[in-house]
């Protein structure tokens, strides 16, 4: 049985807002939460892993293909590039990049 769609913060965000009483619905969000921060985690440090050898390759591979699509970790490099971004306009007193 295949995974609905995974939910993005807003998504995330709209549930806690429509049941912010439930303890359990909170309780549930704190877990995701967390599990985030580790697919967050993994991410950082995934140029920094080595591909093994054998199936287990395969494995891996699929693994940091399906990392990448992770809408958490989407969201983080969007989040990252528009901090990187030249801003519209510069700034008094500063020099173009």
């Known amino acids: 049985m295949p995974f ?4 993005t913060h807003s998504e995330l965000r709209a549930i806690r807002e429509r049941q912010p009483w439930n303890a359990d619905v ?3 969000l704190w877990e995701v939460k967390r599990m985030r921060s580790m697919l967050l ?3 950082q440090v995934s140029g920094d892993l080595k591909r093994p050898a054998g199936l ?3 494995i891996y591979d699929e693994l940091l293909a ?3 699509t992770e809408p958490c970790v989407v969201e983080m490099d969007q989040m990252t590039a528009e901090l990187l971004e030249a801003p519209a306009k510069l700034r ?6």
């Open 4 to 7: 609905k769609a995974p939910l």
């Open 26 to 28: 909170l309780a549930l």
């Open 66 to 68: 399906g990392l990448a």
């Open 41 to 43: 985690r993994l991410h």
């Open 92 to 97: 008094k007193g500063m020099a173009p990049r």
């Open 56 to 58: 287990m390759g395969d």
